[in-house]
């Protein structure tokens, strides 16, 4: 068993309500154990600007699954969820990403861990540095160290 952690974005069909139902999905895979979760982040689009807010969360989980297995089952919820990939930063009912597991370094052309661009979106690192503040990101230093040096404009805590 190890511990990872996966981001969680929506901004479509009741964005809160589509994190929350994930939430409880993942905790229903099988070999899954939701371990913790970080609060509700409001998050205005990154990239694509012409559509609603995100609903961002991260979660932490503990895995009997092996990274790629991890990955291949989030990104099935995604699809039981109703994602439609129609373009890059689309809106979208429900986005899973595998950040980190504990203890693994893969490149790949199916998996990056640690997720190569985490470290830049302060809509992952807030909600991580809150749930887990001592997370090693790579060779980058601690989560609330990034987090503490990122612009947080457009992006709020719900509470």
Known sequence: MKRAVIALGSNLE??????????????????????????????APVGYAEQ??????VCEVESALAPAELLAALLRLEQDFGRVRTFR??????????????????????????????????FVMLPLAQMAPEWQ??????????AANLDASGVTRLD
Request: hydrophobic share 45%; aromatic share 4%; net charge negative.
């Open 14 to 43: 009741n964005p809160a309500a589509q994190i929350e139902a994930a939430l409880a999905a993942i905790s229903a895979l099988p070999g899954v154990h939701l371990l913790r979760r970080s609060a509700c982040y409001r998050t």
């Open 52 to 57: 609603p807010d995100f609903i961002n969360a």
């Open 89 to 122: 930063n689309a809106p979208r009912v429900l986005d899973l990403d595998l950040l980190l597991v504990e203890g693994v370094s893969q490149q790949d052309e199916f998996l990056t861990l640690p997720h190569p661009r985490m470290h830049e979106r302060a």
């Open 137 to 146: 990101i790579g060779t980058l230093g601690t989560a609330a160290d990034i």
